[in-house]
């Protein structure tokens, strides 16, 4: 084959190669027009981004995993434990709620003890029965405040299942199929959960219940937050926590768009019409 011919061949390759390749996975390398393909994303990197751009998030998506064994791969939450207080409470982070922060940056696994410090993030985690902390020093300072009462706390939702590990991180870096998608949320983004989503569970206290929600019931929820929470993890006043169960997401993130679609025309039309009022 003749030197022209050669060229032709390759150039020919590339052209079929940028044809059946979308251009977003094909990088081109040295001379004669080379490339190769590069790795498809993760379904959930592309749940991930879709869910972002649906809602306008601000703050990444996170996974949350349940297992009965450590996964390979993934680290260890090794923050130091405090000493315990006089009942024995201790953990990595003054409660599970916390490691929703930690997980927007990087993936890792817990156990029940890292979350030990806080009994009602250890309740609705499966992690603990009510029988083991209700005689908890923290359970009680909430009791006497009147924040809650203990004929509320069997009607709190639970894992049923206790877990040995839960796994958090970025949902668009999940190396796990994760069991519940959380999200923070503003009014905005709430309005438009709440039009895609009819019949929209939306409760307050304990914000961390709405893990169990997800997982265990298999429903979309909102928490308006609960001050043990917002106090702990520092969580801006305006925004809200939303789970999802990661097997639904796709079916939600579909109901998301359109809507958000509608919303763009109400608001376009809205807009306009307001310009009369302007220009008097």
Request: proline letters at 8%; charged letters at 20%; a negative charge.
């Amino acid at each position: 084959m003749s030197l022209s011919s050669d060229l032709a061949a390759k150039c020919m390759l590339s052209r079929l190669i940028e044809i059946l390749v979308p251009s977003s996975r094909i990088a081109r390398i040295g001379g004669f027009g080379k490339t190769v393909a590069m790795p498809t994303p993760s379904p959930w990197s592309e749940a991930a981004d879709a869910l972002t751009q649906a809602l306008s998030l601000t703050t990444p998506p996170i996974a949350i995993t349940f297992s009965q064994s450590a996964p390979d791969g993934i680290a260890p939450f090794d923050a130091p434990m405090p000493e315990p207080t006089a009942d024995g409470r201790t953990g990595r982070v003054p409660a599970g709620c916390v490691f929703w922060t930690k997980a927007l940056d990087r993936t890792f696994s817990t156990v029940a003890a890292d979350h030990g410090n806080c009994s009602v993030g250890s309740l609705t985690h499966g992690f603990a029965t009510l029988d083991e902390v209700a005689g908890h020093s923290d359970v009680a300072a909430l009791v006497e405040s009147g924040w809650v009462t203990m004929d509320m706390v069997p009607d709190i939702p639970v894992i049923a299942d206790r877990p040995e590990v839960v796994t958090y991180g970025p949902l668009a870096e999940t190396p796990l199929d994760p069991d519940v998608v959380m999200i923070r949320v503003n009014a905005t983004q709430l309005m438009v959960l709440s039009d895609a989503l009819p019949g929209l569970r939306v409760g307050g206290k304990p914000q961390c219940h709405i893990v169990a929600v997800a997982k265990q019931e298999r429903e979309v929820a909102v928490s308006v937050g609960c001050m043990l929470s917002r106090t702990r993890t520092a969580m801006p006043k305006t925004e809200m926590t939303c789970a999802i169960p990661a097997s639904r997401l796709h079916d939600v993130v579909r109901q998301i768009q359109a809507t958000a679609a509608t919303d763009a025309i109400v608001a376009s039309y809205a807009a306009e019409d307001a310009r009369r009022f302007i220009a008097r």
